[in-house]
């Protein structure tokens, strides 16, 4: 039997039901008469109207063939996701690396010094002002 989604008029919407659309639909709580919800289908990878863009890369892909065909012929690529355990190792490494070097000009860490630089850099007289 496939899952649906069903609303009940006394608990709402319940996801993932089992149940075949030859019986008619109750809510597994009251067995009460549900209504069978159709979900919007979602799209899943690059399209014309929400193309995938790599900036690194120069590159715009409007569909998941282009997006193979490109990850085929450069398989040293790859594209990370903030969740990827190697993105986090990457970003963890970066950011230490960075402390270390504002540490050894005096600043806390590299936020810290990011702060300094930017109201120094307040104080300075803008060159283009000049007379």
């Known amino acids: 039997m496939p899952m649906y989604d069903i609303e009940c ?4 919407r319940i996801n993932d039901i089992f149940f075949s659309l030859s019986d008619e639909p109750a809510c ?12 919007p289908v979602r799209t899943v990878g690059p399209m ?3 193309p995938l863009k790599i900036k690194q890369l120069g590159k715009e892909f409007t569909s998941n063939s282009q997006w193979r065909e490109y990850k085929q012929a450069n398989p040293d690529v790859q594209i990370l996701d903030k969740d990827d355990a190697s993105y986090q190792e990457f970003y963890t490494e970066v950011h230490e690396k960075a402390d270390r070097v504002a540490q050894k000009m ?3 860490d590299h936020k810290d010094r990011g702060q300094k630089r930017k109201a120094e850099k307040m104080k300075e007289p803008s060159l283009t002002h000049q007379k």
Do not use: E, M
Request: a positive charge; hydrophobic letters at 25%; proline letters at 18%.
């Open 9 to 12: 008029p006394s608990h709402g």
């Open 28 to 39: 597994p709580t009251c067995d009460a008469p549900s209504r069978v919800v159709i979900a």
């Open 48 to 50: 014309p109207s929400k």
């Open 106 to 108: 005096g600043y806390a």
